[in-house]
T-cell receptor, first 113, second 115 residues
Framework: NAGVTQTPKFQVLKTGQSMTLQCAQD?????MYWYRQDPGMGLRLIYY???????DKGEVPNGYNVSRLNKREFSLRLESAAPSQTSVYFC????????????FGPGTRLLVL | AQTVTQSQPEMSVQEAETVTLSCTYD???????LFWYKQPPSRQMILVIR??????QNATENRFSVNFQKAAKSFSLKISDSQLGDAAMYFC????????????FGAGTILRVKS
């Protein structure tokens, strides 16, 4: 099993450009999550999908959109990148709901100039 | 809203010694889960240990154990016989039983291990 995979690993964007971060899991998990990690702030939830066909906003959703393409894939889109979106982005997945462990991808480092 | 606080931005420990990382949280819920994740320089988030709030017994995983004080809302991580490979950022996280079971993270503690 590859677990949770993310592409790309690193990306540089100019302000105003758009891009999509891809995430896939092969563990047959129901729930998927997108977080961002900024220095000194830990991880903050951007969006999540509790099950296939549903998506909900997290703590910091502004400037982002998501798509739960199928049970395996959950993408994060930046429509018009801003320097404030420079961060490391993590995708995670979980099999069920009751306190089960979330498993994380390796992260995508995004730099917006 | 739930919050998680890690009051130690950085800690150091001598190899083979024991170190304790602190975590406090704020919640009005009685049923929830707590986690410690390790993030080495590779940035990969790795689960270290998990505690269910309704269990009084403290969780242990080999050299890692927790001191869970529910009334005090405290969840500290003890690392025994520290190894160089333990050097990493450690995050405490909270998850309640609400829809989606979202994780709320603390700001993290950098652990340095001296040889």
């Amino acid at each position: 099993n590859a677990g949770v995979t993310q592409t790309p690993k690193f990306q540089v964007l100019k302000t105003g450009q758009s891009m999509t971060l891809q995430c896939a899991q092969d563990m047959n998990h129901n729930s998927m999550y997108w977080y961002r990690q900024d220095p000194g702030m830990g991880l903050r939830l951007i969006y999540y999908s509790a099950s296939e066909g549903t998506t909900d906003k997290g703590e910091v959703p502004n400037g982002y959109n998501v798509s739960r393409l199928n049970k395996r894939e959950f993408s994060l889109r930046l429509e018009s990148a801003a320097p404030s979106q420079t961060s490391v982005y993590f995708c995670a997945s979980r099999r069920g709901w009751r306190g089960e462990t979330q498993y994380f991808g390796p992260g995508t480092r995004l730099l917006v100039l | 809203a739930q919050t998680v606080t890690q009051s130690q931005p950085e800690m150091s420990v001598q190899e083979a010694e024991t170190v304790t990382l602190s975590c406090t949280y704020d919640t009005s819920e009685s049923d929830y889960y707590l986690f410690w994740y390790k993030q080495p320089p590779s940035r990969q988030m790795i689960l270290v240990i998990r505690q269910e709030a309704y269990k009084q017994q403290n969780a242990t995983e080999n050299r890692f154990s927790v001191n869970f004080q529910k009334a005090a809302k405290s969840f500290s991580l003890k690392i025994s016989d520290s190894q160089l490979g333990d050097a990493a950022m450690y995050f405490c996280a909270y998850s309640n039983m609400e829809y989606g079971n979202k994780l709320v993270f603390g700001a993290g503690t950098i652990l340095r291990v001296k040889s």
